[in-house]
């Protein structure tokens, strides 16, 4: 992965933040998480006849068998449906699965919120701390969708444990093609995670390579300059203050004034004036 560039970063994880946002999508509106078939086997002639049959969603169940063929109703959250099921370990089951239902829509909720927050970031790539965040946002939204898909397929098993057997009966259940989505979007997300923040990384190396070093805009001259402080201070006045002369100096001064002024007239020369 070192090898690739910011470009195909930046393609791959749309594409895969895209793909797995449509998945979950799909996989939390549809009703094909769970499929179930009922019947009772016949001692003539060793035939199965189904006594009920139906798929499951989050929000809805629909019989495509039994007294309650071609019936969709609500899964309700708060009261119980006017439905009739063959068995009390199916109900259960119906019911079981609803515990589940919260870490989907959160997942959904995080890919979202993601999805936006990494195609700002492309747009804006000089925000690079906007790839790390769209990472983050990816990862919590696959680890909250498998918790919500392992929590989906305990319930299931625990109630099919605890099914009596019977050998005149029969009972069949399988994942349908909304978990089996469920699913891929978790592998999606994960991987639309991992590389954001690859991106991210990325970014901010390109950009401490081709930032200019501090001793460029801050040059340190000697200290007895005047104008060592300039760059270092930039808020200080300009022109920098005077320093206090030195005694030699003055001095120096003083003795270079005295060679420079002219002689006065000789004494004779005022004496025969008088």
Not at 92 to 98: A, D, F, H, Q, S
């Amino acid at each position: 992965m070192s090898s690739c560039s910011s470009r195909a970063l930046t393609i791959l994880s749309t594409v895969f933040g895209a793909c797995g946002l449509l998945l979950v999508g799909v996989a939390v509106s549809t009703d094909y998480w769970l499929i179930m078939v009922e019947g009772i086997i016949l001692q003539q002639n060793q035939s199965m006849e189904v006594k009920m049959a139906l798929h499951s969603g989050l929000w809805r169940v629909c019989f495509v068998a039994g007294s309650e063929n071609g019936r969709c109703v609500a899964s309700e959250y708060f009261t119980e449906p006017e439905i009739e099921i063959t068995t009390e370990n199916t109900a259960n089951i119906l019911k079981m699965v609803r515990t589940a239902t919260p870490f989907p829509m959160v997942s959904l909720l995080f890919v979202f919120t993601a999805f936006v927050i990494s195609n700002i970031g492309h747009i804006r790539p000089q925000r690079t701390i906007l790839a790390f965040v769209s990472g983050i946002f990816f990862i919590l939204s696959g680890l909250s969708l498998v918790v919500g898909l392992v929590l989906y397929i305990s319930s299931i098993n625990d109630e099919v444990m605890n099914r009596p057997r019977e050998p005149e009966q029969f009972f069949n259940y399988h994942y349908g093609w909304s978990f089996a989505f469920a699913a891929s979007s978790f592998l999606l997300k994960e991987g639309a995670g991992v590389l954001s923040v690859y991106l991210f990384m990325k970014r901010y190396a390109e950009e401490e390579m081709y930032r200019p070093h501090p001793a460029i805009y801050r040059p340190r001259l000697s200290e007895g300059s005047d104008y060592s402080g300039q760059y270092l201070h930039p808020e200080s006045s300009w022109p920098p203050p005077k320093r206090g002369r030195r005694t030699s100096e003055a001095s120096s001064d003083i003795s270079i004034q005295l060679n420079q002024t002219p002689p006065g007239p000789p004494k004779y020369l005022d004496q025969s004036k008088r």
